[in-house]
């Protein structure tokens, strides 16, 4: 049973267009959602997270919107650059330092 | 941002073999995670430990599997003994309330 679901699985945009990754999640306890980028050979790294009594975060060029009556989430990147290009995961927990699920990824490709 | 370090990068040992894998964790955080990603495959929590004990662990969170993090020191997950389907990359996280990851240790299994 898969929880946590991305789409598309691969992503290419050209440089300066907005990237949108999308999520969704099966278990309703879920209530905070950290984004991970992650590049060949590297840890996943911090990149965003939200907390279900929020519909929006922002941060520079990217913003999480979170649907939880639909229970979606989309990454938003604005003004795509070719180092943005990586896989990004999706994730999903429970509370604080609960374990997290993982979704597959979207690899995103950004061309110039 | 906060980094964790994990040693080594790369683990090549025979099946049945033991296996220790060593995280530094951030200095302040408290909670501490493994988790086993499969080339190609998302990753996929093993087990938490907070104040010397596992809070949760998985299905894949076998038997032969242990942590420990003896005095402060590294926390660690030891196979013993390591099977074929072990062969993956492990991913050590820590936490205050958001988890950072370390680079992995690429554990090969022949």
């Known amino acids: 049973q898969q929880q946590v679901r991305q789409s598309p699985q691969s992503l290419t945009v050209w440089e300066g267009e907005t990237a949108i990754l999308n999520c969704s999640y099966e278990d309703s306890t879920f209530n905070y959602f950290p984004w991970y980028q992650q590049f060949p050979g590297e840890g996943p790294a911090l990149l965003i997270s939200i907390r279900s009594v929020s519909d929006k975060k922002e941060d520079g060029r990217f913003t999480i919107f979170f649907n939880k009556r639909e229970k979606k989430l989309s990454l938003h990147i604005t003004d795509s650059q070719p180092g943005d290009s990586a896989t990004y995961f999706c994730a999903a927990g429970g509370g604080s330092n609960a374990k997290l699920t993982f979704g597959k990824g979207t690899k995103l490709s950004v061309k110039s | 941002g906060p980094k964790v370090l994990q040693i080594p990068s790369h683990q090549i040992i025979d099946m049945g073999q033991m296996v220790t894998l060593n995280c530094d964790p951030v200095?302040?955080?408290?909670?501490f995670y493994w988790y086993k990603q499969i080339l190609g495959q998302q990753m996929e929590f093993l087990v938490n430990f907070y104040n010397g004990k596992v809070m949760e662990k998985s299905k894949l969170f076998k038997d032969q599997f242990s942590v420990e993090r003896p005095d402060g020191s590294y926390f660690t997950l030891k196979i013993q003994p390591t099977a074929l389907e072990d062969s993956a990359v492990y991913f050590c996280a820590s936490s205050p309330y958001e988890q950072y990851f370390g680079p992995g240790t690429r554990l090969t299994v022949l």
């Open positions: 200095s302040n955080h408290l909670y």
